[in-house]
């Protein structure tokens, strides 16, 4: 009996990268993903761009645990060449939270970037981020441990009010850990007039012992119904903490609350 391939009906592709040598794709196939790696002149551009174009011309992939594939066109006319890899993707280390939620448990309903969605979560909403790829999973680790020390502070220090959004679990992908999920906060991005109470946030996070390293207006979400309410969010390019690094910082929030090019306008995660 023949190896069963994966049904091309129940396939949908969750992200795309596609450069000068290759597309990567994040595939669903029923409750597994995959990874397919396809050389750019294997497929039409049309068709490497898009998914309804795209599964219907895969080659059959088989219906079992693997974890990555790479297709390349064969030599001397030859069929297309399917390398299947069973080898162990990369994962978050930084794993300090009791809950785990398999990411596709989770119905998006917004997309605010390719890694970040509003999904529904215990009847509510919250915020997926991810790591789509192996190359992604570095910056989602460093934001994992920016989140622990912050609800560590938290727990320690209840009475005090939150820097962050509540980080409510890691995301799990075929049993690996690739992502965190965080509590939605609503609000909308501050202006100058918010600067006392950014400035009073930016430091307390720093004497926590870090730095944000990218303060951009729209990573503070401010709560126009309580006056003074502010959090802090996209703590991927945060480090610790060094006085130089900090004072340069809190220089800069005058002039980041006042910018108006838009820069890390989608960010609310």
Known sequence: MGTLSLPKSDMEILNQVIDDERGAY?????????YLFIAVDVFEEDTMCRPYLLIPSLPDL????????????????????????????????TVWHERRIDVL????????RSWTHEVLYQGGTAVAKIA??????????????????????????????????????????????????????DGGPACIDHLPDCEALVR?????????????RYNFVI???????VRLVDFEHFKDFDEDSAMTELASLTAELVEDTGRGEVSRC
């Open 132 to 185: 789509c790829f192996a190359w992604d999973v570095r910056r989602i680790e460093r934001e994992t441990e920016a989140y622990r020390k912050l609800m560590q502070h938290r727990r320690q220090h209840p009475e005090e009010p939150p820097m962050a959004p509540e980080f409510l679990g890691h995301l799990t992908e075929n049993g690996r850990v690739m992502g965190f999920l965080l509590q939605k906060i």
């Open 62 to 93: 088989p219906d079992s645990s693997w974890t990555s594939a790479t297709i390349v066109r064969g030599t001397d006319g030859a069929p297309l060449v399917t390398t299947i890899s069973t080898d162990p993707l990369p994962e978050i280390k």
């Open 204 to 216: 307390r996070v720093h004497r926590l012992g870090m730095v944000h390293g990218d303060l951009n």
């Open 223 to 229: 709560n126009r119904a309580r006056t003074g309410c």
């Open 26 to 34: 994040r595939l669903r196939a029923g409750q597994r993903v995959y």
């Open 105 to 112: 448990s989770l119905e998006r309903t917004k997309r605010l």
